[in-house]
């Protein structure tokens, strides 16, 4: 998978001193959906809205078709012909994937009724399960919503892998991997971070649906 991260460094040559751990959450990453697990996402502004968006990308088709598997399309079918074949042929394929930063209903209910910096990290408590990614984006590294929620999900087993700016951070020090594009000012910050979750997609993408169906 290496030609994606290549190409995004010859796109973004900035980037070059993020390759190893682009690699090394790519791994973690592959390691974890092989196993049947998910991703737990969450940031705060900006970093909110790209965690809805890394779960777009995940979840539906990205650059690739991903028709159902075989098996899953035959199931289907069996249970209901009409229903099943309508099914196979439009489902796609997808890589679990939840954002922290919607359900409106739970987030207003426990910020009003405990500590609204620990929303995130209660989510990571009753969806998080050993074994499972939580990826929590913060251009400062230091938000405490998120690191509440990196120290939860490494607590009950779940890899940690951040994505920051370049200055040295807390959730640096309790990531599994920490990817720390070369820009300090937020907007900076995150103009990179999005190159690198789509390169990250598309590499996951490409190991479970370019050849496997």
């Known amino acids: 998978m290496n030609h994606h991260i290549n190409t995004l460094v010859e796109r973004y040559p900035s980037l070059a001193v993020c390759k190893a751990s682009i690699q090394t959450a790519y791994d973690t990453m592959k390691q974890a959906y092989t196993e ?6 969450c940031g705060n502004g900006g970093s ?6 890394i779960v777009g990308e995940l979840m539906k088709e990205f ?8 098996n899953q399309a035959e199931a289907m079918k069996q249970i209901d012909p009409e229903l099943g074949d309508i099914l196979a042929k ?9 954002a922290l930063t919607g359900h409106s209903s739970l987030t207003t209910a426990f910020m009003n009724d ?6 995130f990290a209660q989510q990571v408590n009753g969806y998080g399960k050993a074994g499972d990614i939580f990826l929590g984006i913060s251009t400062s590294g230091n938000s405490r ?18 994505l920051t700016g370049q200055k ?3 959730l640096a020090q309790l990531a599994d991997v ?24 598309m590499m996951l993408e490409e190991y479970f649906y370019g050849t496997k169906q």
């Open 90 to 98: 439009h489902l796609q394929g997808a890589l679990p994937a939840i």
């Open 145 to 162: 919503n998120v690191l509440f929620a990196a120290v939860a999900a490494k607590a009950k087993g779940l890899k940690v892998i951040g």
């Open 178 to 201: 920490c990817i720390q594009v070369p820009e300090t000012e937020t907007y900076k910050i995150q103009e990179l971070h999005l190159p690198v979750y789509h390169c990250l997609c």
């Open 114 to 119: 405990s500590n609204p910096e620990l929303i």
């Open 36 to 41: 049947g697990r998910k991703l737990l996402v």
């Open 168 to 170: 040295p951070c807390k």
């Open 63 to 70: 650059k690739l078709k991903r028709e159902v598997y075989k």
């Open 48 to 53: 909110a809205a790209d965690s809805e968006h």
